[in-house]
């Protein structure tokens, strides 16, 4: 069983930064492409960005420029930082790591206006 634990959410205003972190349970982390979803009220899921086992980088065109992912394999730990948020860009965000079933149980992120 693996676990997958975000952190980092909050309120920030319009223009503010964050960084949210995923930490998985397990030392297969490495062996896997992750990835940053998003869920907003009453809108379905929806892909951020994602990470390959290697580093390369890919994202949706809302949050190009703005976001960017990372990962630390020796921490087992993605990270999304994001700059210039916007109010549209409230949700909640989950890490999956790819090609399995495993989810986080996801981070409050809050933009004020």
């Known amino acids: 069983q693996v676990q997958l634990v975000e952190s980092g959410g909050g309120l920030v205003q319009a223009g503010g930064s964050l960084r949210l972190s995923c930490v998985a349970s397990?030392?297969?982390?490495?062996?896997?492409?992750m990835g940053w979803y998003r869920q907003a009220p009453g809108k379905q899921r929806e892909w951020v960005a994602t990470?390959?086992?290697?580093?390369?980088?890919n994202y949706a065109d809302f949050v190009k420029g703005r976001f960017t992912i990372s990962r630390d394999n020796a921490k087992k730990t993605v990270y999304l930082f994001m700059n210039n948020l916007k109010p549209e860009d409230t949700a909640v965000y989950y890490c999956?790591?790819?090609?399995?079933?495993?989810w986080g149980q996801g981070t409050q992120v809050t933009v004020s206006s």
């Open positions: 990470i390959s086992r290697g580093g390369f980088a």
């Open positions: 397990t030392s297969i982390f490495s062996s896997y492409d």
């Open positions: 999956k790591m790819l090609g399995t079933i495993y």
